[in-house]
């Protein structure tokens, strides 16, 4: 007799166990695979995945009830069990949510094959149907065999009832089909390029061992073709790769270029898919119909067979770290896989996160530098404008003169513009001059954004009303908007260049699937002077007629509330700076600021990384920040504030109690979350620092569990190792 530990869906941290059920003697189950149990003492019927199967009858359990019946597909394989106890153990995630990245969205909620009914020619017209509509209707059939289903040929102006005639005397028959919902676009020839010295050292290097490289290249060095050039060869040893991209921006031009090399059948992998999309790529993969994926992170948990080369773009890029549970990063899980797989991971940037840097000066991985443009264009000219002297001239204008004066010589040689800002909106706040009240969302505790119909937005929660006339404290008229957005910048450029073709690219502006798309290419042929745009446009992009960049307000980034402000600022100048030029006409770049004599904008300015690292690595070992220790970032939420607080400070008690044995971490909090309340729930936090090994960050979980486990639907716990945000 056969057992099955079995994972149930159910979301409850009390849920998250392996329960054990008895396999019927006629029945066949394997592991991965879904299955109906009952469940509770209502023995109501739910899913469940499988994750073991044993001949022995478990200890100390003395009933077992048998699984109520199964699934036909299977959704991973037993080698996938470790990776799903790996995610789980080092995220402190649920069994639940680590299965859920592997199997496609929706199915959980009855996704299926979508079907359409193809009309198909049997016969030709003989007899009294040899005449109009009949004949047109089956020379169009013939002609698209298995093309049409019965609304297409209506659309062309035929009536149902013929089609439902020739159907009955059986001149056309039906048949029921798959309609795949995968993208089959082709693109022309995107012929290979002759490789420079260090390019081709650096494919002969990554082929030559297994391991984890990064490829430290800077903007235009061409780090691109190694990987289509590795890519090509893991193809011919019959192996499957994965290439990832921070934004899905970047997927046109990628697709693009590695559909023009490698023909159509590439599975195209992101979070603007619609749920049957998705599914019909994720069984494309598992069937082996592709051996290349281009997407965001989850497009790594695809089902390949043969998985040897994982590619990770801009690896700098926070987006490599989900934000939802399982809080895992894709970079960490993509070594584990290449690991397991005796495989490549390739990390690529113009500028490496410090992490990762360290890494490689620590011989931990192997370092690959491409220092060389990989056409004949040199790097931009870079300019820093103070905007406190602008300010004193007398310019209270978004734009310095230097950076109108250079957007003016532009547009007169015809050549292309990108402004960047990373901010949308009109406006960043509204406040009454009269007595100070600024407009804050109701459900959040920030101020809410002015947008160009008059509407204010909270760009945490999305909830949206219109401004009033009047101060809703005073009743004042004087009412004022603070701050530059992408729709403000977008304004003043129609404004002051009303002849000018411009663009604007941010959230707002992309919302339908194909917007990225399209803009990109309308851009790309030059149907656009002047693109401007938030944080998606400062990467990977590569037009050769951009030959000026404008940085409007390069320390944005810099005054955030985060050890990283400085990296993340360098990276940003530099990866925006790195659009320019990169055809055969010289590139020239505007950075305005507030802060020149900043390190990090200096650093960028004279392209100097290795500069920028040195100081930002000494910074990071003085204070203990990563890469000098890990963080352990607590959120506890709830609607009750006074609930919230009590808990809250009770539990940091309990830790900082329970952390006294360790001699090498530090709690800090509890405190309110710097955004202290988001969609009603209000927001505190506690930070632990230090030097936090995988047993003792689940110490932490599961004494958090147990003191909360009967207030869970009253408090909300997030747990996040090393986060992106601490906002």
């Not at 820093?384 to 003169?401: K, T």
Request: net charge positive.
């Amino acid at each position: 007799m056969s057992f099955a530990g079995i994972i149930v869906n159910n979301e409850a941290l009390a849920m998250d166990m392996i329960f054990t059920y008895k396999v019927p003697e006629a029945m066949e189950v394997s592991v991965g695979q879904r299955v109906k149990v009952s469940f509770g003492q209502g023995n109501k019927k739910i899913d469940g995945f499988v994750l073991k199967i044993t001949e022995n009858v478990p200890e100390n359990i003395k009933r077992i009830k048998e699984i109520h019946s199964v699934y036909p597909e299977i959704y991973f394989d037993e080698d996938k069990v470790d990776f799903i106890e790996e995610i789980r153990r080092r995220y402190l995630s649920t069994y639940l949510d680590a299965i859920k990245l592997l199997i496609p969205r929706g199915i959980l909620n009855g996704m299926k094959y979508k079907v359409s009914e193809k009309l198909y020619h049997i016969k030709e017209a003989d007899g009294r149907y040899e005449k109009e509509p009949y004949l047109g209707i089956l020379d169009l059939v013939k002609k698209n065999q298995g093309n049409f289903i019965k609304a297409d040929i209506s659309k062309l102006g035929f009536s149902l009832s013929s089609v439902n005639t020739l159907i009955k005397h059986g001149y056309l028959t039906v048949m029921s089909e798959n309609d795949y919902r995968y993208n089959v676009d082709e693109f022309e020839d995107y012929k290979a390029k002759n490789l420079n010295k260090e390019q081709s050292y650096g494919v002969e290097k990554i082929s030559s061992a297994l391991g984890t490289y990064l490829l430290h290249g800077i903007t235009g060095s061409g780090k691109t073709e190694v990987f289509l050039e590795l890519i090509r060869r893991n193809i011919e040893k019959g192996y499957d790769s994965i290439v990832l991209l921070p934004e899905i921006s970047l997927t046109p031009q990628m697709i693009e270029r590695f559909k023009g090399r490698f023909g159509k059948d590439i599975t195209i992998f992101h979070s603007r898919l619609s749920d049957g999309e998705r599914y019909d790529e994720w069984h494309r993969v598992r069937s082996g119909k592709v051996k290349i994926a281009i997407g965001a992170r989850s497009a790594l948990f695809l089902p390949f067979k043969n998985l040897k080369l994982v590619v990770i773009d801009e690896e700098h890029e926070s987006t490599y770290k989900s934000e939802m549970s399982p809080k895992y990063n894709a970079k960490e899980i993509a070594e584990y896989m290449m690991k397991r797989n005796e495989g490549q991971l390739i990390l690529a940037s113009a500028t490496p996160s410090v992490e990762s840097f360290h890494r490689a000066e620590n011989k931990e991985i192997e370092l690959i530098t491409l220092s060389e443009r990989a056409t004949s264009a040199s790097l931009p000219q870079m300019d820093v404008v103070d905007m406190r002297d602008e300010l004193l001239s007398g310019n209270r204008s978004i734009f310095s003169n230097r950076l109108m004066q250079k957007i003016t010589e532009t547009l007169e040689r015809k050549e292309q513009i990108i402004l960047f800002l990373n901010r949308r909106g009109f406006s960043t706040f509204v406040s009454c001059r009269a007595c100070g009240f600024v407009f804050k969302c109701e459900n959040c505790d920030i101020s809410m954004t002015h947008h160009r119909d008059n509407s204010l937005m909270c760009h945490q929660c999305g909830a949206r009303k219109y401004l009033p006339k009047t101060c809703p404290s005073c009743q004042s008229k004087y009412i004022k908007q603070f701050g530059t957005g992408t729709e403000k910048v977008e304004a003043a450029i129609r404004q002051a260049f009303p002849s000018a073709r411009v663009m604007r690219m941010d959230r707002d502006t992309t919302k339908q699937k194909s917007s990225y798309e399209t803009m990109y290419n309308d851009f790309k042929n030059n149907e656009c002077d002047i693109l401007i745009g938030t944080q998606m446009i400062s990467k990977g992009l590569d037009f050769k007629d951009v030959t000026l960049v404008g940085i409007l307000a390069a320390d944005l980034s810099l005054n955030l509330p985060d050890y990283r402000a400085a990296e993340k600022t360098f990276q940003l100048i530099t990866q925006v700076a790195g659009r320019a030029g990169r055809g055969d006409k010289p590139g020239e770049v505007i950075i305005q600021t507030y802060s020149p004599e900043n390190f990090a904008v200096l650093s960028a300015k004279s392209h100097d990384y290795m500069g920028f690292y040195r100081r930002e690595i000494q910074m990071r070992e003085v204070l203990k920040n990563p890469p000098f220790s890990k963080l352990l970032y607590l959120v506890f939420s709830s609607e009750d504030e006074q609930l919230l607080i009590k808990n809250t400070q009770y539990l940091g008690g309990l830790l900082r109690k329970h952390l006294t044995k360790y001699d090498n971490m530090i709690l800090l909090g509890p405190g309110p979350c710097i955004i202290s309340k988001i969609k009603n729930s209000y927001r505190w936090q506690v930070l632990i620092k230090g030097d936090i090994k995988e047993e003792t960050a689940l110490e932490i979980r599961n004494l958090i569990h147990d003191e909360m486990k009967n207030l869970y639907k009253e408090i909300k716990v997030s747990m996040d190792i090393n986060p992106n945000s601490m906002m």
